[in-house]
């Protein structure tokens, strides 16, 4: 049997605009607004860790790399993932 994770409740106050889309979505997927916030937390924070992943499987591609080309393509994506486009 699965043990229940412990829940803290927090207060969050959002744009009316994002607002209306979570009602939207929670409607559209027969769920709860505070379902939708939870799920698009948790798909925030994965993306953010894959972001920070290859971000670092960059910089160690690019610390063993002895290409001069794959090196400044390297520098050039690290770059972009840093301060944008």
């Given at each position: 049997m699965?043990?229940?994770?412990k829940?803290v409740r ?31 937390i ?12 290859h971000f ?12 001069a080309?794959?090196?400044k393509r390297l520098?050039a ?9």
């Open positions: 699965p043990v229940a994770e829940t927090q207060s969050v106050s959002l744009p009316t605009r994002i607002a209306r889309r979570v009602k939207s979505l929670a409607k559209s997927n027969s769920t709860s607004a505070n379902r939708v916030i939870i799920e698009l948790e798909s925030g924070i994965e993306a953010r860790e894959r972001e920070k992943k670092f499987e960059l910089a160690d591609r690019l610390a063993h790399s002895h290409d080309g794959e090196q520098k994506e690290l770059a972009r993932l840093t301060f944008g486009d």
